[in-house]
């Protein structure tokens, strides 16, 4: 098979380096799924063109936590691009992680792979935690980008999930406030769009809206229940999901997405 480029889709490590930190939804520290994340991903046949991490990266702003996802991601084996979460310093993960001395307000860049173009997209505008927000500026610079006369293969990259779900927390709590401008703007890159990818909902879900596929990679640590199910009001976990990550092929004509899925042995 004739392919572009193959990458590793992550998101939501929510790394920190305290191994007593945990939540309701989890059964395990976040440190202990990332390391196992780092040996399932080292582990793969092949050497990945890319990894791309949709945010999250840490468990909350603090950091001096970054000094440890910055060693953390140094042992995977390909290059590592990043979108920041709303649990994500911003300056923190460029600084730290990214060795950025020139800081962006906004985490976003456009970036050429093997002749694949990659957007990525900062949601973390203005709007009530865990909303996303995609400010005017951002939308303004991916109208250029979507509406420009390109040829490329196209892949973009976001937090915040943009399209509904079908499970109201996840929709109304969760969800990109502003995620029908998102949606209106990338539908005019449809031709050539291979697909929006996403974290923030913590499962392995793929939405096709007028032809746009939005996938969401499981995150290593814990996953939230997430079926589209209406009566679905609260934030649930997912008891039987296991943790994992994607991993994604352009072809010239089409998009491949495997889910790879590991066990924590406690």
Same mark, same amino acid.
């Given at each position: 098979?004739?392919?572009l480029?193959?990458f590793?889709?992550?998101?939501?490590?929510?790394i920190?380096?305290?191994?007593a930190?945990?939540?309701p939804?989890?059964?395990?520290?976040?440190?202990?799924?990332?390391?196992?994340l780092i040996?399932?991903?080292?582990?793969?046949?092949?050497t990945p063109?890319?990894?791309?991490h949709?945010?999250?990266?840490a468990?909350d702003?603090v950091?001096?936590?970054?000094?440890?996802?910055r060693?953390?991601?140094?042992q995977?084996k390909?290059p590592?691009?990043y979108?920041?979460?709303?649990h994500?310093?911003s300056?923190a993960?460029?600084?730290?992680?990214?060795q950025?001395?020139?800081?962006l307000?906004?985490?976003?860049?456009d970036?050429?792979i093997?002749g694949?173009? !990659?957007?990525?997209v900062?949601?973390?505008?203005?709007?009530?935690?865990?909303?996303g927000n995609?400010t005017?500026q951002q939308?303004?610079? !991916?109208?250029?980008?979507?509406?420009?006369?390109?040829?490329r293969?196209?892949i973009?990259?976001?937090h915040?999930?943009i399209?509904p779900?079908g499970t109201?927390?996840?929709?109304d709590?969760?969800r990109?406030?502003?995620g029908?401008a998102?949606?209106d703007?990338?539908?005019?890159?449809?031709?050539r769009?291979?697909?929006?990818?996403?974290?923030h909902?913590?499962q392995?879900?793929?939405i096709v809206?007028d032809?746009v596929?939005?996938?969401?990679?499981a995150?290593p640590?814990?996953?939230?229940?997430?079926?589209?199910?209406?009566?679905?009001?609260?934030?649930t976990?997912d008891?039987?999901?296991?943790?994992g990550?994607?991993v994604?092929?352009i072809?010239?004509?089409?998009?491949y997405?495997?889910r790879?899925?590991?066990a924590?042995?406690?």
């Open positions: 098979m004739d392919f480029l193959r590793v889709h992550i998101s939501d490590t929510h920190t380096p305290d191994m930190y945990t939540t939804y989890a059964s395990y520290p976040p440190l202990v799924g990332m390391q196992k040996q399932e991903v080292n582990a793969l046949p092949f063109d890319f990894i791309l949709t945010g999250d990266v468990y702003p950091p001096e936590v970054y000094t440890t996802v060693e953390l991601m140094a995977f390909a590592i691009y979108v920041a979460g709303n994500d310093s300056a993960l460029q600084q730290v992680v990214m950025r001395e020139t800081l307000t906004a985490l976003h860049g970036y050429e093997n694949v173009q !990659l957007i990525c900062d949601s973390n505008g203005p709007a009530k935690i865990p909303a995609i005017p939308l303004a610079w !991916l109208e250029r980008l979507c509406a420009a006369e390109d040829n293969p196209l973009i990259a976001v915040h999930n399209v779900c109201p927390w996840l929709d709590f969760m990109t406030d502003n029908e998102f949606h703007i990338v539908v005019k890159a449809r031709h769009l291979r697909g929006v990818f996403h974290g909902i913590h392995p879900i793929d809206r032809g596929l939005y996938s969401a990679a995150s640590w814990c996953q939230f229940g997430a079926f589209p199910m209406p009566e679905n009001t609260e934030v976990s008891p039987i999901a296991q943790p990550f994607s994604v092929t072809t010239p004509e089409q998009t997405i495997r790879h899925t590991f924590i042995d406690q």
